[in-house]
Nanobody
Framework: VQLQASGGGLVQAGGSLSLSCAASGRTFSNYVMGWFRQAPGKEREFVTGISWSGGHTYYADSVKGRFAISRDNAKNTVYLQMNSLKPEDTAVYFC??????????????WGQGTQVTVSS
């Protein structure tokens, strides 16, 4: 499956930003979808994941209550709504797909990443 993330940009602390990730190539609803991020000089980290139908989600503690993942299987798209952004949320954000639920690393397929910068 091919993944194309979009929606990154520059936002002030406390602001909001929405990311999208469009999938193509295979049946989108067959995949668990996730968002990861990588800040400069740091390892890539798990942000959030959503189950095949969207009925279950899980979040890293650092974003819980501020970020929300959702998906629209009819549009082959997964979304990440980011609210109350902090400078430490600055990173390149990647969407990813995997056939298995509950993983926080090593997804099977990856998008190209989109930059999110939060100014203080």
């Amino acid at each position: 499956v091919q993944l194309q993330a979009s929606g990154g940009g520059l936002v002030q602390a406390g602001g909001s930003l929405s990311l999208s990730c469009a999938a193509s190539g295979r049946t989108f609803s067959n995949y668990v979808m996730g968002w990861f991020r990588q800040a400069p000089g740091k390892e890539r980290e798990f942000v959030t994941g959503i189950s095949w139908s969207g009925g279950h989600t899980y979040y890293a503690d650092s974003v819980k209550g501020r970020f929300a993942i959702s998906r629209d299987n009819a549009k082959n798209t997964v979304y990440l709504q980011m609210n109350s952004l902090k400078p430490e949320d600055t990173a390149v954000y990647f969407c990813a797909a995997d056939s298995r639920w509950g993983k926080v690393r090593e997804y099977d397929y990856w998008g190209q990443g989109t930059q999110v910068t939060v100014s203080s």
